[in-house]
């Protein structure tokens, strides 16, 4: 029944490493974020794609790269982790199909870096 | 640029009424949402403004003036559940959407 799905909840690793964060979503949705929210809890958007087409790219490192295998998926890799990485990503998605194209947030990666 | 303005903290009390302020620049705008956040969790959808007035949903209700480049959120009949942080985000005509830092607001006995 979840609607927008992350995967791994919380993901601790070292400085150097690479990882990547999955998302799904099950709501038919045309269009899927990731967002960064910091320490501060200030919820800053980093990529949208629709339709397996990026439409947003923030200005984040080029160690960030979103990948979208089809619509209902946007995965997140990060090369070359660093210290400032540390957050919660949150990936969401919307849909044509609602009027006010309201996201829906997943449940939120916790990423921390050592 | 695309500032997105809000109280950092704010305190109330159960029973009480609270209302959360919002300004944004209006350039390209193109919808203005209200989303509660838990602490450790997902924010969730309260509400969506994208013409002048006063959208009610049950003890919530949010209010936009496009002119002025401002809204509020109105939570009254405030419960300790209540508790949380209250983003305001607005949506620009790209589609990109911008929040704001959020709203902690605590509700006290």
């Known amino acids: 029944d979840t609607a927008v799905s992350q995967t791994p909840k919380y993901l601790v690793t070292q400085m150097g490493n690479d990882k990547s964060i999955k998302c799904e979503q099950n709501?038919?949705?045309?269009?899927m974020y990731w967002y960064k929210q910091d320490s501060k809890k200030f919820l800053k958007i980093m990529f949208s794609?629709?339709?397996?087409?990026?439409?947003i790219n923030e200005t984040v490192p080029n160690r960030f790269s979103p990948k979208s295998p089809d619509k209902a998926h946007l995965n997140l890799h990060i090369n070359s982790l660093e210290l400032g990485d540390s957050a919660v990503y949150f990936c969401?998605?919307?849909?044509?199909?609602?009027?006010?194209?309201?996201?829906?947030f997943g449940p939120g990666t916790r990423l921390t870096v050592l | 640029g695309q500032n997105i303005d809000q109280p950092t903290e704010m305190t109330a009390t159960e029973g009480a009424i609270v209302q959360i302020n919002c300004t944004y620049q209006?350039?390209?705008?193109?919808?203005l949402f209200w989303y509660q956040q838990h602490a450790g969790e997902a924010p969730t959808f309260l509400s969506y403004?994208?013409?002048?007035g006063l959208e009610e949903k049950g003890r919530f209700s949010s209010f936009l003036s496009r002119s002025k480049g401002y809204s509020y959120l109105l939570l009254k009949e405030l419960q300790m559940k209540d508790s949380a942080s209250y983003l305001c985000?607005?949506?620009?005509?790209?589609?990109?959407?911008?929040f704001g830092a959020g709203t902690r607001l605590t509700v006290k006995p």
């Open positions: 969401a998605s919307s849909g044509l199909g609602d009027l006010t194209d309201t996201q829906y």
């Open positions: 709501l038919g949705h045309d269009t």
């Open positions: 794609y629709n339709n397996k087409e990026l439409i």
């Open positions: 209006t350039s390209g705008f193109n919808g």
């Open positions: 403004n994208v013409l002048d």
């Open positions: 985000a607005v949506r620009f005509n790209n589609n990109d959407m911008r």
